[in-house]
């Protein structure tokens, strides 16, 4: 079965802090994991892609194989970070590619 | 501003009802997809179009369609509408038509639906 995971509803943390949002997936092929925002009342915002391996905002993840998992992380938290999280693995599927997403994680960055 | 737009932002109807949401995607791309964002099912796969061919169904209900139009822009019609039909659709473009790999899909603001 398809299925990424994002155990954590909310994470909240303080200016500063390293963050940590979790994301495992299932998927018998090869997979390909993004991380997108949104923050409030805005549009889902592409953040990351596990093949580009760059740095965006500050933002890293890690494609894990073994533990099939994509967490994202950042050393120092900053307030505009603050946003909804999702974890999305792609799938190719003969004439098309979808997304299919996580449930997301509120990060709450306290000042 | 990913270039993705949606008309309207925000529709209040009755049970029953039908309404048409409308997504125009970026410049130069000619696949769009259809998203539900609801409280309880989170982010799901609606259907794909590519050049005004349909690429893939999601979780669509029959009482959903769509289409893709010669100038790209697709329209997602949402008819008998339920109370559980309330959700944010978004719709995303990407240059790609799918089923090779993965291209970045950009994402509109979507449009916010309220069934009374």
């Known amino acids: 079965a398809q299925r990424v995971t994002q155990p954590e509803k909310l994470l909240s943390v303080f200016k500063g802090a390293p963050v940590e949002l979790k994301c495992n997936y299932s998927?018998?092929?090869?997979?390909?994991l993004f991380w997108y925002v949104q923050y409030s009342r805005q549009r889902l915002q592409l953040l990351l892609r596990?093949?580009s391996r760059e740095s965006i905002k500050g933002f890293t993840a890690d494609l894990n194989k073994g533990e099939t998992s994509f967490h994202l992380k950042k050393p120092f938290a900053q307030e505009e970070d603050s946003a909804m999280y999702y974890c999305a693995l792609a799938v190719y599927g003969g004439a098309t590619n979808k997304l299919i997403f996580g449930t997301g994680t509120l990060l709450a960055v306290q000042p | 501003d990913s270039g993705v737009t949606q008309t309207p932002k925000h529709l209040i109807t009755a049970t029953g009802q039908r309404v048409t949401l409308r997504c125009s995607p970026r410049s130069g791309d000619l696949s769009v997809y259809w998203y539900q964002q609801s409280l309880d099912q989170g982010l799901q796969f609606l259907i794909h179009y590519y050049n005004g061919e349909e690429r893939a169904k999601g979780n669509i209900l029959e009482r959903f369609s769509a289409q893709q139009f010669p100038d790209l822009h697709s329209e997602l019609n949402l008819s008998s509408l339920e109370l559980g039909d309330s959700a944010l659709y978004f719709c995303?473009?990407?240059?790609?038509?799918?089923?090779?790999?993965?291209?970045?899909?950009?994402f509109g603001p979507g449009t916010r639906l309220t069934v009374l």
């Open positions: 998927y018998s092929g090869s997979p390909e």
């Open positions: 995303a473009s990407s240059a790609l038509r799918g089923g090779g790999h993965m291209d970045t899909q950009y």
């Open positions: 596990h093949i």
